[in-house]
């Protein structure tokens, strides 16, 4: 990877400010990638509502002057976002029933799922979040006594899964505290976070992190997500590396998207990726269909096709399971 000096100096800067310097404007984003917005479908009304963001970190993993670059396809808003599809809603897999309090669901049995915040470093183009009230229903410093106190009161949760949005935009303080009043819990196990941070915004990984983390006296699980082996560079391995080497397990998840990493070659080399970076395929999803997403879907029958070829070639252990959340069942499904 060659850099250009004023990239050297972005990464040079801590993780607030390298947040505060993401690309949100898509002709800057396209300037950067040597484009030109006109000659990509791109739609400004695509953007209102769901902005382009996207971290230089990530998007320094793009190929220049491709405009078909699978990173590119995640973040960029394009026309076909304003298609409509059958069957697709603002709540697919019906997180607004299972909201239990203000910031939790309570889908499946054991584990409880925190809403920390509603913002990500990035805005994935396919994720159900962009028509959710996230903002709504995160969880605000007050509510988390009470959340706390329900955790404490409930013998059957094992494990608490700390989301969003994206929880480790959290200060150091902040997730110290919780793993903190977590701790306190003697029928919780573990502590899960779902986080695509090491991935764009590996920086975010720092020694501060690292000690807040430390706090979390039962097992720490973190839970990445990357969709392509691109998305892996030296500063995203580093990240890694030391989250591994303080002991976390690290599990990854991807969504199966239609001309990003839909072939048995990107999946292979993306699973082979990962794990030479410490980090197992867990979960490859089918898309959640949302409203807004529909030209990302993968059908079930060419996903099952697909990582079956992908299951020759691999170690069991490289193969993530193909599943699908459905709205009302007591697990995501496995589809084979
Ligand atoms: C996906 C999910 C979980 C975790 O499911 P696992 O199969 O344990 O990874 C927990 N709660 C909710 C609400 C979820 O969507
Ligand atoms: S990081 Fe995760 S939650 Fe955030 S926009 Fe991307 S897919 Fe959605």
């Avoid at 029928?187 to 975010?204: C, E, F, N, S």
Wanted: proline share 5%; charged share 15%; with cysteine.
């Amino acid at each position: 990877m060659s850099e250009h000096p004023s990239e050297t100096l972005h990464f040079s800067k801590n993780w607030q400010q390298q947040l505060a310097e993401a690309f949100t404007k898509i002709e800057d984003l396209c300037q950067y990638l040597h484009l030109s917005p006109n000659d990509l479908p791109v739609s400004v009304a695509a953007s209102q509502g769901f902005p382009l963001r996207v971290p230089l970190s990530f998007a320094a993993c793009m190929e220049k002057g491709n405009p078909q670059d699978p990173l590119l396809r995640q973040v960029l808003p394009i026309q076909d976002e304003l298609d409509t599809y059958p069957g697709y809603s603002h709540d697919p897999v019906g997180d607004l029933a299972s909201v239990a309090q203000a910031g939790i669901l309570h889908k499946y049995q054991g584990r409880v799922l925190l809403i920390n915040t509603g913002s990500c470093a990035i805005n994935c183009r396919y994720c159900f979040r962009r028509n959710f009230p996230y903002a709504d229903l995160q969880l605000g410093k007050q509510q988390e006594d009470a959340v706390i106190q329900t955790i404490r009161q409930d013998q059957s949760i094992s494990e608490v899964i700390l989301s969003g949005g994206d929880p480790l935009l959290l200060s150091d303080a902040r997730i110290a505290k919780l793993l903190g009043q977590l701790s306190g819990i003697s029928h919780l196990q573990r502590v899960r976070i779902h986080t695509r941070l090491p991935i764009v915004l590996p920086a975010r990984i720092t020694g501060g992190l690292l000690a807040s983390l430390a706090v979390c006296t039962q097992q720490l699980i973190i839970v990445v997500h990357c969709n392509h082996a691109n998305e892996l560079n030296p500063r995203v391995g580093n990240a890694c590396k030391q989250l591994k080497d303080s002991g976390i397990t690290l599990f990854n998840q991807s969504v199966l998207l239609k001309g990003v990493n839909d072939n048995v070659a990107a999946l292979c080399v993306l699973s082979e990726q990962l794990f030479s970076h410490g980090i197992i395929p867990y979960y490859l999803h089918l898309l959640d269909k949302a409203t807004g997403t529909g030209h990302f879907e993968v059908s079930a029958a060419d996903a099952v096709a697909l990582i079956k070829q992908v299951q020759a070639f691999l170690p069991g252990y490289l193969t993530p399971k193909l599943v699908k959340e459905q709205a009302g069942a007591l697990s995501k499904l496995t589809i084979m």
